[in-house]
């Protein structure tokens, strides 16, 4: 449990309860038409959870409500949105700002865009650990190397003098993620860390992050379109569509037995997946309907769709006979 101390109402949590839970969470945009609608989801203490789905299906927005990082036009409503024990649905602007990086921090796509060109690494990092008054600069300096040293960062007293654009993309995500990491959040998102990365630094960065799990036991949500790097890291994955998880379940069982028609849709375009041979990459047809609307959301692009498919929601049941949990919201996959 971090100390975050912000004024945010705090429920009862233990050494067992979510970091992050959320029941029936709904994000608007503006109108009625929610980007997230409706999710249940919860990350444990140490686990690392993927989320997956095309572009537009609202995994940034999920993230960014977490974090409080939507614009402020943004509705979002629920049943349950705890946030390392702080209701989040009560949460005001400050509330969320005493809970950045106390509770949950961030790791963005595009590590040259997170840091200010003008100052150096060390004065970045260190108006990171503003709210911690009672430590002298000097501890804070301690504080700052021992972490850039946690992410691998060769000789780190010699880099605080240095300047962003004097750092690789890779280095420059690791102090990125050394940032998230000096403020001990109890959730670490990461938002595509490995996009903007070429193949060797990607290796690292997940290299590095699986180190952090069992060194640091933070638990970490990564987003992510390479289901490579969700295979690679993650114990549990959820599949967004159109706002809502479709299918969830550990990583292993997802993989080995996709049972939503998106889920299984999504893996045969991945080209690692794809046997040898194939001349041309399958694609899934159509486009990513508007959220909400009755039926089923992927009906109109599904290759399996039913009658009831059009007009009755699909309930999100238990794969049976699986020996590890897993979940689908699909017609077919109910008993
Ligand atoms: N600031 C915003 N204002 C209005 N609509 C938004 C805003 N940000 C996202 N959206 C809409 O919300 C929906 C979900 O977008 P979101 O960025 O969360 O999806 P995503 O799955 O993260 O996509 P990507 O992988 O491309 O980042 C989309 O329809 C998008 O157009």
Redesign the pocket.
Known sequence: MSAATGAATSISADAVSPVLEMKGLSVC??GLVP??AGVDFKVNPGEVVGVI??????????A?AVLGL??KS?NVTGERFVLDGHDMLTAGRDDYAALRGPAAAMVFQNPMTAFSPLHTLGRQLTDLLWRDRHQSAAEKRERIIAVLSQVGLPDPASKLDAYPFQFSGGMLQRVAIAAALLMRPSLLIAD?PTTALDVTMEAQILHLMRELRKTSGVAILM?S?HLGVIAEICDRVAV?YA?RVVEEGTVREIFANPRHPYTRALFACEPALIESGVSRLPVILGEVP?PGGCGCSFAGRCSLVEERCHCDSPPWVGVADRAEPHFSRCHRSAP
């Open positions: 945009y503006s980007a997230v789905g095309e572009s537009g299906s609202g995994k940034s927005t999920l960014h939507l614009p943004a595509e987003i379109h967004m706002g508007r």
